[in-house]
T-cell receptor, first 116, second 114 residues
């Protein structure tokens, strides 16, 4: 069964450094998302991406964040200058287009980002 | 905006039945999702309700009452592997059947005891 994959599984970085988190969505999916989950807290939406552009973003997704689909398979989240409070699990998700009202999102296994 | 409330924790016994409640307030309604999340893992889809009533899927069922802003997830014949967090989620305010970001509740951590 196709899966969303993410690399790395764990990233440790120093405060102020740039990090790039990578995702490979399911191949025939067209909508892509990043979510984050700070330890012990709820899953929070960051950004959605469709047709090679951001379709929606939350208040969390400020100028320090960017997303890109550099080729036909990868979807990346970049944090330009990491802060301690960016430490969280980052989940990528993707969704197909279906001609129904409900569109299940498929989540990747996550990247645990630790900022020191 | 979208707001979701769920109990923080529940405990149940192996083989029993447990009901996990969720209440929500949304601007517009485009359905309600339940996801399961084991510790340190990704959320996995369990169910979706958009019409009132009960949807049954094996040991798991989900109920929705739109007029009450209320849903529950019913787990039968509990197994140890059902110990996980159960997340109630609704589509974001701009869902419109297109972009579809999800707004999650804080989740209910279920512990199944022998």
């Amino acid at each position: 069964e196709p899966e969303v994959t993410q690399t790395p599984s764990h990233q440790v970085t120093q405060m102020g450094q740039e990090v790039i988190l990578r995702c490979v969505p399911i191949s025939n999916h067209l909508y892509f998302y990043w979510y984050r989950q700070i330890l012990g807290q709820k899953v929070e939406f960051l950004v959605s991406f469709y047709n090679n552009e951001i379709s929606e973003k939350s208040e969390i997704f400020d100028d320090q964040f960017s997303v890109e689909r550099p080729d036909g398979s990868n979807f990346t989240l970049k944090i330009r200058s990491t802060k301690l409070e960016d430490s969280a699990m980052y989940f990528c998700a993707s969704r197909p287009i279906r001609r129904t009202t409900y569109n299940e999102q498929f989540f990747g296994p996550g990247t645990r980002l630790t900022v020191l | 905006g979208q707001n979701i409330d769920q109990p923080t924790e529940m405990t149940a016994t192996e083989g029993a039945i447990v009901q996990i409640n969720c209440t929500y307030q949304t601007s517009g309604f485009n359905g309600l999702f339940w996801y399961q999340q084991h510790a340190g893992e990704a959320p996995t889809f369990l169910s979706y309700n958009v019409l009132d009533g009960l949807e049954e899927k094996g040991r798991f069922s989900s109920f929705l009452s739109r007029s009450k802003g209320y849903s529950y997830l019913l787990l039968k014949e509990l197994q140890m592997k059902d110990s996980a967090s159960y997340l109630c989620a609704v589509p974001g305010a701009n869902y419109g059947g297109s972009q579809g970001n999800l707004i999650f509740g804080k989740g209910t951590k279920l512990s199944v005891k022998p």
